[in-house]
């Protein structure tokens, strides 16, 4: 009788702190974010964008007509809607399913890809939602600005095994017309490809 009493009180015991637990658990989950992330200010896309990159101006020298005809001239404001179209078309075609954007510190990452993430980073618009990945069929991508040149990116997202022969990486032609030349959606792949870490000085890039 005496013994039964024992393990029902220790029962209860493990039951209130497993509650416990998950509820503290649950608070500091919600509380974390809000207490230590509302310090970093919160950038939007026109402030990424008032610097147009050098890649994106290469585009539109690089292929004067099509460039035109997709976005005009290589502006703030053409820049900003390149980097928000070539962010809903990564979304759109499932990149996030190959690749991740998040470098960690760990297993020589940093060796791999360049320095470790950092909160700030994410505190942007075209990070609405984070697009970490689950996980990694191809490289991760947060490092990417600068590693490849913009005909690289191209050819590679027309046909990946032209220039990988052994890539898993599905093509996508669709984001070109039918003489294989860049569209609009083309080139804010790229733009937003060469948007990726264009913000980490070169030293850390080091691949
Ligand atoms: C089925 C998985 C898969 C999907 C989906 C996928 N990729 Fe890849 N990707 C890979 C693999 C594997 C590689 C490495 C081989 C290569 O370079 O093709 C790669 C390589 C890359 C690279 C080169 C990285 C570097 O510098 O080495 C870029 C850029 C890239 N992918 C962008 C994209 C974009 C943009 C999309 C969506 C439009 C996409 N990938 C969809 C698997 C995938």
């Given at each position: ?5 024992l393990?029902?009180?220790f ?10 637990f998950f ?31 050098p ?11 099509e ?16 980097l ?5 078309i ?42 970490f ?40 032609p669709?984001?070109?017309?039918e ?5 609009r ?23």
């Amino acid at each position: 009788m005496e013994k039964k009493t024992l393990r029902e009180s220790f029962g209860f015991i493990l039951l209130v702190a497993g509650i416990g637990f998950f509820v503290v658990g649950f608070i500091f989950q919600m509380l974390g974010p809000v207490v230590f992330l509302n310090k970093i200010p919160m950038k939007s896309v026109e402030e990424m964008a008032s610097r147009v990159s050098p890649e994106f101006t290469l585009l539109s020298e690089d292929y004067p007509e099509e460039f035109r005809k997709a976005f005009g001239e290589p502006t703030p404001e053409s820049y900003a809607q390149a980097l928000l179209e070539g962010r809903d078309i990564y979304i759109a075609e499932g990149c996030w399913h190959c690749h991740s954007q998040y470098v960690r510190p760990i297993a020589n990452e940093p060796l791999r890809y360049g320095a470790v993430s950092v909160a700030s980073e994410y505190q942007n618009e075209l990070q609405l939602p984070q697009l970490f990945g689950t996980r990694r069929v191809g490289p991760d991508l947060i490092r990417e600005a600068g590693i490849r040149s913009n005909d690289w990116h191209m050819q590679h997202l027309y046909d990946p095994q032209s220039v990988e022969p052994k890539s898993v990486m599905p093509a996508y032609p669709w984001l070109f017309d039918e003489d294989g030349r860049p569209t609009r959606r083309a080139f804010s792949m790229v733009a937003y490809l060469q948007w990726l870490g264009s913000w980490q000085n070169p030293e850390e890039k080091e691949r």
